[in-house]
């Protein structure tokens, strides 16, 4: 088949897109032929394996073009994590990738978190040394991050009793009556005020509320958050700080709120 009749086809199953897309479109469809002229889903699909998924998934994204969604479109989600972990890698520091974890292995530090606060009481032994604090709070955090994959807005959130309470749209809330963050600050608003959807409402899950509304009990401050006892709040460098130094005991290397979200 020639270019131009499988130009067609796409142009036909695909329109409206861009010269270079379609011209790529092409170009794969004439290299996968080259592999299996047939374009046999067997030979095709043993031949996507030896690829980088990155371009797996753009040779599939052609055949779907091309041959339509029901051979190929299955096979996509096999290569599209493969290619999201590759895009994620390349935006790595040189730091950043010497501390790079699984996302398991954080759900595994968390889970040890959990089971050495059980342990030493700290929500029921009463007054906690400053070093127990810290690592109270530090467990929280990451129990937080672990569940929404927030930038570090944490220090800026404040407590409100409802959602009544919770009107100021230069501060970020935690509501005591719902559980949810009501934030207004952050650094997607623009969008979310496109979409209408702001202030963002995020709805954690249910044994994330019952720890913030654990933690707020015990300390008793304004700030959801706070770096002792008196309610002081974190500076955005020193949650960083603290995430780094919590992550640095459980699992040997320092990450911070951006690299959570890049994990």
């Not at 067609?8 to 270079?20: M, R, T, V």
């Not at 230069?170 to 600050?185: A, D, I, Q, R, W």
């Not at 209408?196 to 913030?212: C, E, M, N, S, V």
């Amino acid at each position: 088949m020639s270019q131009k009749t499988a130009m067609q086809i796409i142009k036909e199953n695909k329109p409206g897109l861009s010269p270079q897309t379609y011209k790529t479109y092409v170009y794969s469809i004439k290299r996968l032929r080259q592999v299996a002229g047939d374009l046999d889903p067997v030979v095709i699909a043993d031949y996507l394996d030896t690829q980088q998924p990155n371009v797996a998934k753009q040779l599939l994204s052609a055949l779907i073009a091309y041959d339509g969604p029901v051979r190929w479109s299955p096979m996509m989600s096999k290569y599209d994590e493969g290619a999201k972990a590759i895009r994620i890698r390349q935006s790595l520091s040189d730091r950043e990738s010497d501390n790079w974890v699984q996302w398991k292995t954080f759900k595994l530090a968390v889970s040890r978190m959990r089971k050495d606060v059980k342990m030493y009481k700290f929500f029921t032994k009463g007054s906690l040394t400053m070093q127990e604090f810290k690592l109270l709070a530090g467990y929280v955090a990451c129990a937080v991050h672990l569940d929404i994959p927030m930038r570090n807005d944490l220090p800026s959130i404040r407590i409100a009793a409802t959602t009544g309470d919770a009107v100021d749209r230069k501060v970020n809330y935690f509501v005591l009556s719902t559980g949810n963050f009501v934030m207004h600050e952050f650094k997607t608003k623009a969008s979310f005020k496109r979409r209408r959807d702001y202030p963002l409402i995020i709805t954690p899950q249910k044994a994330t509320r019952r720890l913030l509304m654990d933690f707020v009990d015990l300390h008793k401050s304004k700030v959801l958050l706070p770096r002792n006892r008196q309610g002081a709040p974190y500076s955005r460098e020193g949650y960083n700080g603290l995430l780094q130094k919590i992550t640095y005991r459980y699992l040997g290397v320092r990450i911070g709120s951006s690299m959570l979200r890049k994990i």
